[in-house]
Nanobody, 122 residues
Framework: QLQASGGGLVQTGDSLRLSCAAS????????MGWFRQAPGKEREFVVA????????IYADSVEGRFTISRDYGKSAVYLQMSSLKPEDSAVYYC?????????????????WGQGTLVTVSS
């Protein structure tokens, strides 16, 4: 099970930190990542990191503003978002990969959280 939290309503330029805790079968030695889906749009890749944390990939739209980190003891992954923009508004999903290396493809992720809503007002 993946449990995502931390979403909310913020203003442009604010920061927000999302959390995702993995348990049971979803807690594995594989990559973890974040995707997002805005209303009327397809789910898109945001960021993902390898099991070892030695390789991280970002979507161009968030690089330099978002940071992913992991807490191995808690089997958790975090998404620190800063300089938020209205176009960052979406439901954010955490996911556990099928392999240790990160991927931008949603098909490479086996387990998904329920999503947490982030709304950035202008």
């Amino acid at each position: 099970q993946l449990q995502a939290s931390g979403g909310g309503l913020v203003q442009t330029g604010d920061s927000l930190r999302l959390s995702c805790a993995a348990s049971g079968r979803t807690s594995s030695n594989n990559a973890m990542g974040w995707f997002r889906q805005a209303p009327g749009k397809e789910r898109e890749f945001v960021v993902a990191t390898s099991w070892r944390g030695d390789r991280t990939i970002y979507a161009d739209s968030v690089e330099g503003r978002f940071t992913i980190s992991r807490d191995y003891g808690k089997s958790a992954v975090y998404l620190q978002m800063s300089s938020l923009k209205p176009e960052d508004s979406a439901v954010y999903y955490c996911a556990v990969g099928r392999r240790p290396i990160p991927s931008r493809e949603s098909s490479e992720y086996a387990y998904w959280g329920q999503g947490t809503l982030v709304t950035v007002s202008s």
